[in-house]
């Protein structure tokens, strides 16, 4: 009999650059000695997270926060690493011409703005072999009647096409929801399904990401992933956790039943296979934990969750469902979830040549300390910087 963990073999999770900064609050950011003071040791940090775990190969990249003279010699660094870029996320949050919206805004020069900074991000993909770029819009309204609803869509519609119209062949938009912030009354794309009209607009290329942090709390969030399956537009995660509003905790911290029910519908499409062509992002800000370990540990807990959920005995769950057996049906799925994978999961790890404890490796390889020590003065790199 085959193992189904072996299913596991191809699965990769792409880590941000900015998880490895500082962050905090809007009401204190802390730092933490030894965090990169530049896009090349953030690179560095990254590795150590794949070196350890063997499923973090990618590095997603914010314009500008990580603009570099020579993107081209930053993707060579990334390779000497052992990682390479992935998806460019653009910023359309912290420039004082957003005030009011940027692909939605009233004047065609902020939109012909906002416009020309994805072209720009389209270059910077071509210069480090990316092909996702990945659009959060931060526009809305605060106030009723502020400005047009509907006019605010169509600008957007427009903006969104010259953005596609801009990208290679081989090359992927990912539009990216939130329901609230930075506006309050209204945000232009609040949710999977503006996401997903847009998107189909489009064109094939462009699909949707799900931050799983960015939903009313008590959102089925496993019902957006399979209704976007169905779609054929799931293009990513943006995995973290959220106890309130966006926390950017730690991925499975929170509800890690969640994560496995989303797993769940991910296996049942076969999702987690390269070829569906989901990117398994994390999208994490470390405010107060160690930010390596922070990543090491969703990493990890996203593998766990993927691992539960194909332990899922698929023949006894149809056959239950089928049988209309409630509590049975259900029981096939808790009988996954509870299972004890770690020490299975250690063992592939050794199998490759991996450690079996990822968390204490890292503890026990001095990484910390010794970057701590040898990163003094220059400034430490932060969440917007
Ligand atoms: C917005 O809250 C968001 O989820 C987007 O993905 C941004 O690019 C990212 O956070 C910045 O941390
Ligand atoms: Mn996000």
New binding site residues.
């Given amino acids: 009999m085959t193992d189904p963990l072996d299913d596991l073999d191809g699965f990769t999770i792409e880590v ?1 650059s ?1 998880a490895y900064g500082n962050s905090g609050t809007r009401f204190k950011v802390f730092s933490t000695p030894g965090v990169p003071r530049d896009p090349v040791e953030k690179i560095d940090d990254a590795a150590q997270v794949h070196a350890l775990t063997g499923l973090a190969p990618r590095v997603s990249l ?1 314009i500008p926060w990580d603009r570099v003279e020579d993107f081209g010699a930053l993707a060579t660094h990334a390779k000497e690493r052992g990682v390479r870029i992935g998806a460019i ?3 359309l ?1 912290q420039d004082d011409d957003y005030r009011l919206g940027s692909l939605t805004h009233a004047d065609a020069r902020v939109r012909a703005k906002a416009v020309a900074h994805h072209v720009e991000c389209v270059q910077v993909m071509r210069e480090v072999g990316s092909t996702d770029l ?1 659009l ?1 819009l ?1 526009d809305g309204t605060n106030y009723a009647g502020q400005d047009s609803l509907r006019a605010r869509q169509d600008r957007l519609a427009d903006s969104l096409q010259q953005i596609y119209a801009a990208l290679d062949e081989d090359q992927r938009l990912l539009l ?1 929801y ?1 329901f609230f ?1 930075p506006y309050f009354y209204a945000t232009d794309i609040p949710d999977w399904g503006t996401s997903l009209l847009h998107c189909q607009a489009l064109g094939e290329r462009a699909q949707v ?1 799900l ?1 799983t ?2 939903h009313a709390p008590g959102t089925n969030i496993e019902f957006i992933v399979v209704q976007l399956l169905r779609a054929g537009r799931l293009g990513a995660f ?1 995995f973290n956790s959220r106890f309130y509003a ?1 926390d ?1 905790l730690v991925v499975g911290s929170a509800d890690p039943f969640q994560l496995f029910r989303i797993m769940a519908e991910i296996v049942d499409a076969g999702a987690h296979r390269p070829s569906s062509g989901v990117n398994f992002m994390l ?1 994490q ?1 470390h405010n107060i934990e160690e930010k390596i370990p922070g990543q090491i540990r969703s990493v990890l807990n996203v593998e766990q969750a993927l691992a539960k959920a194909l332990l899922i005995d698929r023949a006894a769950l149809a056959a239950a469902q089928e049988a209309g057996d409630v509590l049975g049906a259900h029981g096939v799925l808790m009988d996954a979830y509870e299972t004890d994978v770690r020490s299975a999961l250690a063992d592939r790890r050794e199998a490759r040549g991996l450690p079996r404890d990822p968390m204490a490796a890292y503890a026990a390889s001095g990484y910390g300390p010794t970057t701590a020590a040898e990163r003094v003065g220059g400034t430490p790199a932060s ?1 917007g910087s």
């Fill in positions: 941000p900015w914010h996320n653009s910023n949050f990945k959060w931060p990216e939130k912030e990401v931050d942090g960015h943006d966006d950017d999208d800000c969440w």
